[in-house]
């Protein structure tokens, strides 16, 4: 019942994340919002990395709140669709759902063209939502899992699938 307990308590954590502007419920403006002061933290404004993490967080929420039949999702349509779609598929729910955010948030960091993330990279992504260096080293250290010293795409979806499984607390999508 851990597990259990800590999955929704960090789903529950997602919803008020993604409740931007606090009316209780969630709606595309607000994963709108999201996407776009990702995008202002890291400085990627006007650039078809930017036009595609936009598209992908859309996308993200288009599938949750088709899931839950509704476009304004309460928090128990939210958490019943995140479950349906996302934690009770396991790692397909995961890539299907939450790994093209990823990849277009290692996109905008990936600033050596080598479709991975670098500890330097980290660092700026870390700085974007919120979270100091010393973090994202530790995280970093945890994560490469292939000590490799880089972050591949399918690192970092495992990761936030950890996190939110309650296997990790990095908390990779932010505070």
């Avoid at 991975?116 to 010393?134: K, N, Q, R, T, Y």
């Amino acid at each position: 019942m851990v597990m259990a307990t800590t999955q929704s308590n960090r789903l529950e954590e997602r919803f008020r994340l993604w409740d931007r502007n606090g009316n209780g419920v969630i709606e595309r403006s607000d994963f709108e919002r999201e996407a776009d002061d990702i995008i202002a933290r890291l400085g990627a404004q006007g650039t078809p990395e930017a036009d595609e993490l936009r598209r992908t967080y859309l996308g993200m929420f288009d599938k949750l709140s088709e899931a839950a039949g509704s476009p304004r999702m309460t928090r128990g349509e939210f958490l019943s669709a995140a479950e349906q779609e996302i934690i009770s598929k396991g790692d397909a729910g995961f890539s299907a759902v939450v790994r093209p955010t990823i990849e277009a948030i290692v996109g905008i960091l990936d600033r050596d063209g080598d479709g991975e993330v670098s500890p330097p990279e980290m660092h700026g992504w870390f700085a974007a939502i919120g979270l100091d260096g010393e973090v994202a080293d530790r995280a970093f250290r945890e994560l490469d899992t292939d000590n490799s010293g880089r972050l591949s795409v399918d690192e970092l979806v495992d990761a936030v699938r950890d996190y939110h499984l309650g296997r990790n607390d990095i908390p990779l999508l932010g505070r």
